[in-house]
């Protein structure tokens, strides 16, 4: 809260009056959105992770509205794509000075084969790393950043077991990969999972995703390069595959969950889709203006 009333303060120095609206918890943050936005807010900020800027944004999604991020949770990629401080409180500064035009930025769509369908901004995957969110969730949500989702990953490799996995394109031009993985991952930015950088070349603005498979080795061959993950959050391996699609569809061998921004989301198989353009965020990076001068901001909410 406290937290919260220093950016209210920011923006409103900055000429840009916000309400500050905290959710009791994860479940009430879309109501609590959907609210802002019938009393009439038109800029919505977000003080936490990508699994909280997911919820913005699925709440937000097809209004006339302006979205922040401000990064406060454990994994925040989103953030970093956009190049923005670490400090909740200094993004807010560098957001608030000058009021830049909002960037129109990709958005994912996932549809899980149990019907469900969910926008993510960040990465999300089948394989290891939902297993890994699944942990971080639990015994490791104390963990802050990166550590965090390197122990649940740690932990998810004792047990797990790798999947047959096929990704099919929906272009028609592109063959189908199939490769036995530790895991499959669609990625919108460059990192997920509190820096792990598996798609450094992505951009939040080319109406692309990056698909990206780790190939499975030996417990003895992963334990090798877990350590260059914990060093720089990289990973560098002959076994490691990019390819970039706007749609395609993840099918696994054995029943798999898939996550998006740390959030399960269903089951595989999953159908994957780039949301061109899709969310007008403020930031500090030379992204593409929606309007070259956007005025729609106006009053906002802090959540």
């Known amino acids: 809260m406290a937290v919260a009333a220093k950016v209210q303060k920011i923006f409103a120095e900055a000429l840009c009056p916000t309400d500050v609206v905290i959710p009791r918890g994860t479940n009430e943050m879309e109501p609590a959105v959907r609210d802002a936005i019938t009393r009439g807010s038109?800029?919505?900020?977000?003080?936490?992770?990508?699994?909280?800027l997911q919820a913005l944004v699925n709440a937000a999604y097809g209004q006339d509205v302006v979205l922040a991020i401000l990064p406060g949770g454990g994994g925040n990629d989103f953030a970093a794509a956009l190049r923005l401080p670490t400090?909740?409180?200094?993004?807010?500064?560098?957001?608030?000075?000058?009021?830049?035009?909002?960037?129109?930025?990709?958005?994912?769509?996932?549809?899980?084969?149990?019907?469900?369908?969910?926008?993510?901004?960040?990465?999300?995957?089948?394989?290891?790393?939902?297993?890994?969110a699944r942990h971080a969730a639990g015994r490791w949500q104390r963990l802050p950043g990166?550590?965090?989702?390197?122990?649940?990953?740690?932990?998810?490799?004792?047990?797990?077991r790798p999947s047959e996995i096929r990704v099919e394109f929906s272009d028609g031009k592109q063959?189908?990969?199939?490769?036995e993985a530790f895991l499959?991952?669609?990625?919108?930015?460059?990192?997920?999972?509190g820096g792990i950088r598996l798609a450094p070349d992505a951009r939040l603005d080319d109406g692309l995703l990056d698909v990206v498979t780790v190939e499975a080795t030996g417990l003895a061959e992963a334990l090798t390069w877990i350590p260059e993950l914990l060093r720089s959050g990289e990973l560098r391996r002959a076994r490691l595959r990019r390819i970039h699609a706007a749609?395609?569809?993840?099918?696994?061998?054995?029943?798999c969950l898939f996550h998006g921004d740390g959030e399960i989301l269903g089951p595989a198989p999953v159908e994957i889709e780039v949301l061109p353009r899709a969310a007008r965020v403020l930031a500090p990076c030379k992204f593409p203006e929606c309007t070259p001068n956007d005025e729609s901001a106006g009053q906002g909410v802090v959540l």
């Open 146 to 160: 990166r550590s965090r989702y390197i122990a649940a990953a740690l932990q998810a490799l004792c047990s797990y």
């Open 87 to 132: 400090d909740p409180l200094l993004a807010a500064k560098l957001l608030a000075s000058g009021r830049p035009a909002p960037r129109c930025l990709d958005l994912a769509r996932a549809r899980t084969a149990d019907g469900r369908e969910r926008l993510y901004v960040g990465g999300g995957g089948v394989g290891i790393d939902a297993e890994a």
């Open 175 to 179: 063959t189908p990969l199939e490769t």
């Open 247 to 255: 749609k395609f569809r993840l099918v696994a061998n054995r029943e």
């Open 42 to 52: 038109r800029l919505l900020i977000a003080l936490g992770g990508d699994g909280t």
């Open 184 to 193: 499959a991952a669609a990625l919108n930015t460059p990192s997920y999972g």
